[in-house]
């Protein structure tokens, strides 16, 4: 049954995504995570304890917030099982949705394309800050650039291909508790003091989560962009992630791009490794591009869960 569902859960959000007043009205389902997430960060992430207590609280809190999520998606599955019988995989299909994020993906990036067409770069900057954690007010028209295709290679390893590898795994409850790990490491899965300790459960966790599923992107990338496995076979390793690196180096390889480099956070300037071999500056045409490889990649998905519907 996880075959089909997966297939329809893909249709699904491609349809529909997330409907802007359904998030206004109830927000979004990652949302809940964040808050036991903030919930336990606030209450037992004290300054004063030794890293040891912090680990382990961090523990603690990552439990949670995975269990939290994995017995929803169970429950969810008992109630469609139980109301719909055969057609039950229909429902967990409308329930999985929104957990895969290929339109909302492609919705945030596509404006960032087309304010650089414009001619717009403040609009732009605005754009890509809304997906990306660098510093982005100082970003000229190729440092924009390739922020949106750099988080555009990522997050179809985060949004896309992990979360849809788990369901096909473990079903509802495996996408959900894949998506409470990814939020975690979001929020506090950082180096800065007053993480290291409490979010290091959280990072490692979510660096094993998306140990396969990042090469399956990677490879995925390469399929629809129909090349860039040199780049990424060289350059996956050029990234502090141990996961990252495959669909950025991967996308870099497609677009004949030079991916990485300096990018501010907070203020501080990190000088990253670069990935590719492409010299020339980026700009909105190469946007348009990441994004055509992008829906290649994201139907590519699509076939692979077809054919397992089909065969199964």
Request: hydrophobic share 55%.
């Given at each position: 049954?996880?075959?089909?569902?997966?297939?329809?859960?893909?249709?699904?959000?491609?349809?529909?995504?997330?409907?802007?007043?359904?998030?206004?009205?109830?927000?979004?389902?990652?949302?809940?995570?964040?808050?036991?997430?903030?919930?336990?960060?606030?209450?037992?992430?004290?300054?004063?304890?030794?890293?040891?207590?912090?680990?382990?609280?961090?523990?603690?809190?990552?439990?949670?917030?995975?269990?939290?999520?994995?017995?929803?998606?169970?429950?969810?599955?008992?109630?469609?099982?139980?109301?719909?019988?055969?057609?039950?995989?229909?429902?967990?299909?409308?329930?999985?949705?929104?957990?895969?994020?290929?339109?909302?993906?492609?919705?945030?990036?596509?404006?960032?394309?087309?304010?650089?067409?414009?001619?717009?770069?403040?609009?732009?900057?605005?754009?890509?800050?809304?997906?990306?954690?660098?510093?982005?007010?100082?970003?000229?028209?190729?440092?924009?650039?390739?922020?949106?295709?750099?988080?555009l290679a990522?997050?179809?390893?985060?949004?896309?291909?992990?979360?849809?590898?788990?369901?096909?795994l473990l079903?509802?409850?495996?996408?959900?508790?894949?998506?409470?790990?990814?939020?975690?490491?979001?929020?506090?899965?950082?180096?800065?003091?007053?993480?290291?300790?409490?979010?290091?459960?959280?990072?490692?966790?979510?660096?094993?989560?998306?140990?396969?599923?990042?090469?399956?992107?990677?490879?995925?990338?390469?399929?629809?962009?129909?090349?860039?496995?040199?780049?990424?076979?060289?350059?996956?390793?050029?990234?502090?992630?141990?996961?990252?690196?495959?669909?950025?180096?991967?996308?870099?390889?497609?677009?004949?791009?030079?991916?990485?480099?300096?990018?501010?956070?907070?203020?501080?300037?990190?000088?990253?490794?670069?990935?590719?071999?492409?010299?020339?500056?980026?700009?909105?045409?190469?946007?348009?591009?990441?994004?055509?490889?992008?829906?290649?990649?994201?139907?590519?998905?699509?076939?692979v869960a077809?054919?397992?519907?089909?065969?199964?």
């Amino acid at each position: 049954m996880a075959e089909p569902m997966a297939l329809a859960a893909l249709a699904i959000d491609a349809a529909l995504g997330w409907p802007p007043a359904l998030y206004a009205r109830i927000g979004h389902p990652v949302g809940l995570f964040a808050r036991v997430i903030g919930w336990g960060e606030r209450r037992w992430n004290r300054a004063d304890l030794p890293d040891r207590a912090r680990r382990l609280r961090g523990i603690a809190t990552l439990a949670l917030a995975a269990g939290i999520a994995a017995a929803g998606g169970w429950a969810i599955e008992a109630i469609c099982r139980a109301l719909l019988g055969g057609h039950a995989w229909l429902g967990i299909a409308f329930a999985a949705a929104p957990g895969l994020a290929q339109r909302s993906l492609y919705d945030h990036v596509l404006p960032v394309s087309r304010a650089l067409a414009a001619g717009d770069l403040s609009a732009a900057r605005a754009a890509v800050g809304r997906i990306v954690g660098r510093d982005t007010a100082a970003l000229d028209e190729a440092g924009v650039a390739r922020a949106a295709i750099e988080s555009l290679a990522e997050s179809f390893c985060d949004g896309i291909a992990a979360p849809l590898f788990w369901l096909l795994l473990l079903g509802l409850p495996g996408l959900w508790a894949y998506k409470a790990i990814n939020t975690a490491d979001s929020l506090i899965g950082h180096y800065e003091p007053r993480w290291r300790a409490f979010g290091w459960a959280a990072a490692r966790t979510d660096d094993v989560a998306n140990f396969v599923p990042a090469r399956i992107a990677g490879a995925t990338i390469c399929l629809a962009g129909r090349g860039g496995w040199r780049i990424m076979a060289r350059d996956a390793g050029n990234h502090t992630s141990p996961n990252a690196g495959w669909p950025e180096a991967a996308m870099a390889g497609a677009l004949g791009l030079s991916l990485g480099g300096p990018a501010a956070y907070d203020g501080a300037v990190l000088d990253k490794p670069r990935i590719g071999d492409g010299c020339r500056q980026a700009g909105a045409a190469d946007i348009t591009r990441a994004l055509r490889v992008y829906r290649r990649s994201c139907l590519t998905l699509w076939l692979v869960a077809g054919g397992m519907a089909w065969a199964l």
